[in-house]
């Protein structure tokens, strides 16, 4: 059977191939394509570009014409920088055409979930259900964080979510916003009244607009990295746990790691929990409550991402 393999830059440039290898590297731009240790080794090579200036005319179809032609070679190496993202989303679309099981890779959450899916369908491969996400976002009188956090949104690697803008007190710059340009997947809910609190007296309403089966809620001024969606839904759905938790690059720590960061951007909860607990304080020790809550009446645990995918400014 051919060993499928991903490597990173430093791998390929510092270490030996395997044996005979079909060689399938996936870059920015020129400038970024890795020199091979052991270029003898290589018995055909394909380089793939991803850069909007620099794009490869349909890169789906040219990786599989490439994995097929070299499906009797001993090894197969699919190499990026870092040798995770567009490596492992490539390994784990061969392993699911190959009828492998690629739960490991998905599991690990680093991949390129839009490149994934780009191969699932050039093969013709039925994509997985894709569960709509609400992301719930208190915020306050500032329209430029507001628009930073959509921003952020719309950077997903995962299509289906939605974002419910909870306001404390009325907020007619975001009503103009959304009215004037409005900006895709956007619920907004205006509030009659401030009450400060970080917006915790408000945030039920947030949880009764919701349609998506997985919450999580933040704030105007946090970031959500491009995979935190994809990382944070796919751990819950694999381990079939009820929630997860990711490090946080957090300002209270210097902007340092935070790991199992006990604040609410940082959890992503199945929505029936939400539900289930409900939001019923209003002070500013309402947070900490509610993540109380939800690890003691979760049933199935609570997964640990190891990654900063969120930004708390």
Not at 153 to 178: C, S
Not at 215 to 232: C, H, K, R, S, V
Not at 291 to 297: E, M, Y
Request: charged share 25%.
């Amino acid at each position: 059977m051919q060993q499928v393999f991903a490597w990173n830059q430093l791998s390929l440039e510092h270490h030996d191939l395997p044996g005979a290898t079909a060689l399938l590297q996936l870059a920015e731009i020129p400038d970024t394509v890795s020199p091979i240790h052991d270029p003898a080794r290589v018995v055909d090579r394909l380089i793939l570009y991803f850069d909007d200036l620099a794009k490869s005319d349909n890169p789906a179809k040219q990786a599989w014409d490439f994995i097929d032609r070299n499906k009797d070679v001993p090894h197969l190496c699919i190499q990026c920088i870092q040798g995770v993202e567009r490596s492992h989303a490539t390994v784990a679309a061969i392993f699911k055409d190959r009828g492998i099981d690629n739960s490991p890779i998905l599991l690990h959450g680093s991949y390129t979930r839009k490149w994934y899916q780009e191969l699932l369908r050039e093969r013709h491969i039925p994509l997985e259900r894709e569960p709509l996400v609400s992301i719930i976002v208190s915020t306050y009188n500032n329209l430029d964080r507001l628009k930073f956090t959509h921003l952020s949104m719309k950077f997903q690697r995962y299509d289906n979510w939605e974002l419910v803008i909870v306001t404390d007190g009325p907020h007619p710059a975001a009503r103009k916003w959304i009215e004037e340009e409005k900006p895709e997947k956007v619920v907004l809910v205006e509030t009659p009244e401030t009450k400060s609190h970080w917006g915790s007296c408000w945030r039920q309403l947030g949880i009764n607009a919701a349609k998506g089966e997985f919450i999580n809620f933040a704030l105007d001024d946090n970031y959500l990295t491009p995979g935190f969606i994809e990382q944070m839904v796919g751990a819950i759905q694999h381990l079939k746990a009820d929630a997860a938790v990711c490090d946080c690059a957090h300002h209270y720590a210097g902007f340092g790691v935070w790991p199992h960061c006990k604040a609410w951007p940082a959890y992503m909860i199945r929505s029936e929990l939400v539900r289930e607990i409900g939001w019923t304080e209003s002070s500013i020790y309402a947070e900490g409550h509610f993540l109380d809550a939800v690890h003691l009446a979760s049933k199935h645990g609570i997964v640990h991402v190891p990654r900063a995918l969120v930004v708390h400014c």
